[in-house]
């Protein structure tokens, strides 16, 4: 059963993406694999700029879909489900409910401060949980 964490955003911008890099930093350091899954390319493109920014001491062997080696990176940043590969761990900046949750154990998605994405994690969240994952909130700030 995946379990979920929904991690509330302050008001700032790129909030989701620093943090997703903070939390892909972590799992590499874990030793844990990890899929990026951003709405598009742009926003794919930003998380691979904000991971290359990191101090030198959290670096994360990364890239975005389609480059790198054929075996892939520890951490793959993807903007189409097509383009999802198996990994324990998702980061979902998509905005979007995943096609297969039960596909990964570990999903991380946020609930950001403005009034309509907020609205659309809590319904995220309501389908998380009627798919019977087990789900969490934290905040950012912690």
């Not at 964490?5 to 799992?27: K, M, S």
């Not at 389609?66 to 761990?89: A, D, F, M, Y």
Request: net charge negative; charged share 20%.
């Amino acid at each position: 059963m995946p379990q979920v964490t929904f991690w509330q955003l302050a008001d700032e911008a790129h909030a989701a993406e620093n943090r997703t890099c903070h939390l892909v930093a972590d799992a590499f350091s874990n030793k844990q694999k990890c899929i990026v899954y951003c709405a598009d390319q742009a926003s794919a493109e930003m998380v691979d700029e904000l991971l290359w920014q990191l101090p030198a001491e959290r670096f994360v062997p990364h890239n975005l879909a389609g480059e790198g080696p054929s075996v892939g990176t520890p951490v793959e940043i993807c903007w189409q489900e097509n383009q999802l590969s198996r990994r324990s761990l998702i980061v979902n900046l998509s905005g979007k409910m995943l096609a297969s949750p039960h596909a990964y154990q570990i999903i991380f998605d946020f609930v950001p401060a403005a009034d309509e994405a907020k609205q659309a994690a809590r319904v995220r969240y309501k389908q998380y949980q009627q798919a019977g994952c087990q789900l969490q909130f934290q905040s950012a700030d912690t």
